[in-house]
């Protein structure tokens, strides 16, 4: 991804945004590679191969994690929206709508 995350003159940007920027840019990365494994493991045979890729998965999915909960800490009406929606079983859809009402 490099520099070309901005979409607007970074230096006209707070330095409060583009910390969210680069943490935005990380979560997307974090899903790439999370990405990533998951193909790689729906194709591996060797099964010593296919653990350390696993593991390495798991990482990804703590560093996503991590990168989320930063962003929702940061970002209150982000959070409003998904606390509704994250862990909870249901219908997504009804959820993502309750989500969305109390973000209004």
């Known amino acids: 991804m490099g520099f070309n995350q901005y979409h607007e003159p970074p230096q006209e940007l707070k330095e409060e945004t583009r910390t969210l920027a680069r943490m935005f840019a990380s979560l997307t990365e974090e899903a790439e590679a999370i990405n990533w494994y998951q193909q790689r493991l729906s194709v591996e045979k060797d099964s ?30 982000w959070k409003e929206t998904l606390e509704p929606i994250l862990f909870k079983s249901g219908d997504i859809v009804k959820l993502g709508k309750k989500g969305e009402k109390n973000s209004e």
């Open 48 to 77: 010593d191969a296919k653990a350390i890729m696993e593991d390495a998965q798991a990482e990804e999915f703590k560093h996503f994690g991590m990168d989320l909960e930063f962003l929702l800490r940061k970002i209150p009406k």
